[in-house]
């Protein structure tokens, strides 16, 4: 990732009409579906932390987290229901609101200092909302559906995943999640053009991409650990890694490595169209490379990923094995 502030100059007046707009948008999306979730979970179905035993697609009993739980644990879980769930538990954990805040405020700033606001701006807003709509359209498709997709040989998936936790909410995904999925993209892809200043952008998005894929899977096997139950998968995927779909470290390089190289396009389309219309139609390739990518998963986990271990003789894969 190469600095662009040579040749995209700065606009204070596109830039405060731009700000008023996008971020006055997003806080509202993010305050409308935060009373949502809290004030009126019957809308979403959103599982309740308290009771357990009410969750439907999947059910307790139809998560991948319930074979790796002792008998001990899961009479503590449905009496007590998900741990730390409570305002201060969620504040301070390690993917809390808080943490994940003060991550992106640094990460913004130093986007801001080498690319300007607006195109600091775009990465986060445009992160931000890649990563909530592709998480949540995942998420309530599963939930309302039972995610046959997701299916495995001879097995009925009952939902997708979900998330436990999070004080704030734009649509089904934590806020804590976007903002964490963003300074960790952004730090990765930076980093990726430093390390390695003479590649060109497939190159550092590549780079970008694996680095955040492997942070992930150090972090999500915690995250989705008995002791935390962040967020939690259904039963039923083909290859699971350290208890994971192997589709979300996938999913994770993927969304990275393409979300890099739309923002690095910015500005040649700002020299061609101009910032109004580059922002309309940075944007609109990030919501339509959102649907293409939800669509590719999809048929990867039906069709692609069964097709290959059935040539080898295998109806599922656990790496490592047990786990």
């Not at 006055?24 to 809290?38: N, P």
């Not at 609109?284 to 097709?307: E, P, Q, S």
Request: hydrophobic share 55%; net charge neutral.
């Amino acid at each position: 990732m190469q600095s662009h502030s040579l040749y995209v100059s700065a606009d204070p007046s596109f830039d405060r009409k731009f700000a008023f707009i996008t971020y006055g948008l997003l806080i509202l999306l993010i305050v409308f579906f935060t009373y949502l979730h809290h004030g009126r979970p019957d809308v979403l179905q959103v599982p309740g932390n308290a009771n357990v035993s009410a969750w439907k697609n999947p059910s307790l009993e139809q998560t991948n987290i319930y074979d790796r739980m002792t008998e001990a644990e899961r009479a503590q879980v449905r009496e007590k229901g998900v741990p730390g769930t409570g305002i201060l538990p969620v504040l301070f954990d390690s993917q809390g609101d808080l943490t994940a805040f003060i991550f992106a405020i640094l990460c913004f700033i130093h986007a801001r200092k080498h690319y300007g606001f607006w195109m600091a701006s775009c990465f986060l807003i445009g992160s931000f909302v890649f990563t909530g709509l592709q998480e949540s359209i995942a998420i309530l498709l599963g939930r309302f559906t039972a995610g046959q997709a997701y299916a495995a040989a001879e097995q009925v998936t009952h939902g997708t995943y979900f998330f436990t936790k999070g004080v704030l909410w734009f649509i089904e995904t934590p806020v804590a999640v976007c903002l964490s999925w963003f300074w960790i993209a952004y730090a990765c892809v930076f980093t990726a053009g430093k390390v390695f200043p003479r590649m060109g952008v497939l190159g550092r998005a590549t780079i970008g991409g694996l680095t955040a894929m492997i942070i992930d899977l150090w972090l999500d096997p915690v995250a989705t650990s008995p002791e935390f139950m962040m967020w939690l998968w259904a039963k039923g995927d083909l290859i699971r890694v350290l208890g994971i779909n192997h589709s979300n470290f996938v999913g994770w390089f993927l969304l990275i490595f393409l979300f890099a190289i739309l923002w690095e396009w910015m500005p040649a389309l700002v020299r061609k169209w101009g910032r109004a219309k580059a922002t309309i139609a940075f944007f609109g390739i990030v919501l339509i490379t959102d649907v293409a990518m939800l669509i590719f998963l999809v048929v990867y986990n039906t069709y692609f990923v069964r097709n290959v271990l059935h040539l080898f003789g295998v109806s599922e894969l656990q790496i490592p094995p047990g786990w």
